[in-house]
């Protein structure tokens, strides 16, 4: 792990390392202990959402699956909406889309064309960043509804995949790097 942040040491602590999850060769950072943890939960929350007040900012963005559990409550935090990207097919409304290559397997994620009004200030929310692929695509689609993304934050950035190269030109926060 890259320069420990004795503020989250806590929840470094929590993280748990699964092997070989979902296949071989993945390192899995299962974040349920956190989540099932209030005060870490909280604190994470806290963390992410950062130096931003309520009426910052317009709509917080979460990636399906793990992004929504911060994501709606770090809109509940900024008394904001929470806006979900998810999975291809799941929105039922007219989406964009787009596709990307994980760290294992590809994707494609979607948003509800009517999600967000054109130039809405936008904080996107994910749990992890490993190769980038999934919030540049998310990147795109915000692009594609004419967000203003004022800042993407993770839980956890696995600097070693070097996602930060896809996600220029956007403040990133990580609160646990390594
Ligand atoms: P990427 O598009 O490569 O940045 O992958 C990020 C997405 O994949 C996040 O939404 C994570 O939930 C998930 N992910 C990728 N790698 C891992 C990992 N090692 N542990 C947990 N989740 C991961």
Not at 53 to 70: E, L, Q, S
Not at 127 to 152: F, H, M, P, R, S
């Amino acid at each position: 792990m890259n320069a420990p942040n004795p503020c989250v040491a806590d929840l470094v602590q929590a993280i748990r390392n699964v092997p070989d999850f979902p296949q071989p060769g993945i390192q899995f950072k299962d974040i349920t202990p956190v989540l099932a943890n209030g005060r870490l939960f909280k604190k994470c929350i806290e963390q992410l959402v950062g130096d931003f007040k309520p009426g910052d900012v317009d709509a917080v963005v979460g990636i399906d699956a793990r992004g929504f559990i911060f994501a709606a409550a770090a809109a509940l935090k900024l008394e904001c909406g929470f806006v979900p990207v998810r999975k291809k097919g799941k929105l039922p409304f007219q989406t964009y889309e787009q596709s990307y290559d994980l760290e294992y397997g590809s994707n494609t994620i979607a948003i509800h064309t009517d999600a967000i009004r054109h130039g809405s200030r936008v904080l996107l929310i994910d749990d992890l960043l490993a190769t980038g692929g999934t919030a540049a695509a998310a990147t795109q689609l915000l692009k594609k509804v004419g967000a203003n993304i004022l800042e993407i934050s993770f839980f956890i950035e696995l600097s070693f995949l070097n996602g930060r190269d896809k996600l220029q030109g956007v403040p990133i926060r990580s609160l646990v790097i390594y």
